[in-house]
């Protein structure tokens, strides 16, 4: 398997356009996870799924953040409208049952100008 | 917020020295979990050490746990330059969500 996917790995935009990030668990994964990183914060769970509904959203920011998962190979992240304090590194985690280990994406480095 | 908290926040060793490095977390676990992140990577699973466990091993990695102190620490023994990156310890709360420390920064001097 080619472990957990995620595109694009870099993305620069300006303050209010709209972002998308993307995200391929490990197949047979039934746990999906949103994380988001960066320096003052460190890395904070955003939103989780699990087989496909999701079950915790309490993390996501604001209503500018959104996230779906329409079938258990695909996942997204969207930020509509963009700000600069929306610029960290955006992972994905997928993970086999519960209190397991999960297996993290390699980021999305987001820069929001 | 964070529920675990690591230390120290970064250090610093030789080529072939001992690293540890602890975790202090607050609520009861079910689980404690140790990952590594290399500069501009995503984080990689060391070890799951569950709260019934007071110790386990993983090749040069020795995790303990006490959850009378609500504390962790991990062992990396005999280090190497490879060894160089973050180290993030992380408590499973309840089974599906983890919590995750701000990190110890050890760098391996050769």
């Known amino acids: 398997d080619a472990g957990v996917i995620q595109s694009p790995r870099h993305e620069v935009t300006e303050m209010g356009q709209e972002v998308t990030l993307r995200c391929k668990p490990i197949?047979?994964?039934?746990?999906l996870f949103w994380y988001r990183q960066t320096m003052m914060r460190g890395l904070e769970l955003l939103i989780y799924f699990n087989n496909n509904v999701p079950i915790d959203d309490s993390g996501m920011p604001e209503d500018r953040f959104s996230a779906k998962m329409p079938n258990a190979s695909f996942s997204t992240l969207k930020i509509q409208p963009s700000e600069p304090r929306d610029s960290a590194v955006y992972f994905c985690?997928?993970?086999?049952?519960?209190?397991?280990?999960?297996?993290f994406g390699p980021g999305t480095r987001l820069t929001v100008l | 917020s964070q529920q675990g908290e690591e230390d120290p926040q970064a250090l610093s060793i030789q080529e072939g020295e001992n690293a540890t490095m602890n975790c202090s977390y607050k609520t009861s676990i079910n689980n404690l979990q140790w990952y590594r992140q290399n500069s501009g990577r995503g984080l990689v699973h060391l070890i799951l050490i569950r709260s019934n466990e007071r110790e386990k091993h993983s090749g040069r990695l020795r995790v303990t746990l006490d959850t009378s102190k609500k504390s962790s620490s991990l062992l990396i023994t005999a280090s190497r330059a490879a060894d160089t990156a973050s180290y993030f310890c992380a408590t499973d709360l309840n089974d599906y969500k983890l919590s995750f420390g701000a990190g110890t920064t050890v760098t391996v001097r050769a």
């Open positions: 197949s047979g994964h039934d746990y």
């Open positions: 985690a997928s993970s086999q049952g519960s209190g397991h280990e999960q297996f």
